[in-house]
């Protein structure tokens, strides 16, 4: 399966075209990306433009479209999203959700995995993984939350992503080790492999994960 997939949960942008013959061709984000203004409005589509002409892939070539769904920024995952709903509409082709998370814990080389994006207002959006099996579904809490939570289950994962690298001190003090870089960045790589293994949704169907509310509510 040709798959063209990326990812905008967090300050950075990643993309990723991967070949039925296995051969990956992705744009991976510096880290220091994760900690500045994001971007995704002006790097996104040259991104993919770019991994498409590196693949050697026509558009009519491809099989699907993965897009990480979060949870992650407000304004980074509607972009993803519409950009996804917009190419599979387009391309006539499947569209496949991925959690950015799970993206992100393919990334960490530990048997316990502890992703971790920066979800502001003092907190991280975490989920546990022991390989692949996810033990403690995503949510949403603050770092001391989450170190009392791991303390309390006695588990001692390796953590990664910009939520780790932000609460950083929090983190480390509370026993959870730290990721060595390019680990902190979901790659897009991971998003399109992940979604070998996830059914095709609707176009429509397929929306941000959010995990709670915006901090911007409605005038009444």
Known sequence: MNVLGFDTSTAATSACALRADGEAFDVIPDEAALLGPPAHAAELMPSLVRVMGESGLNWDDLDAIAVGVGPGTFTGLRIGVATARGLAHARGIELRPVSSLAALAAGIDAELRLPLIDAKRGEVFAALYRGDELL??????????????????????LSAGDGSLRFRETLEAGGIGIAAAPAHVVRALHVCRLAEGVAATPADAVLPDYLREPDAKPQR
């Open 136 to 157: 403690w579904p995503p949510f949403a809490a603050t770092p001391e939350a989450v170190v009392q939570r791991l303390r309390d289950s006695a588990h001692t994962p």
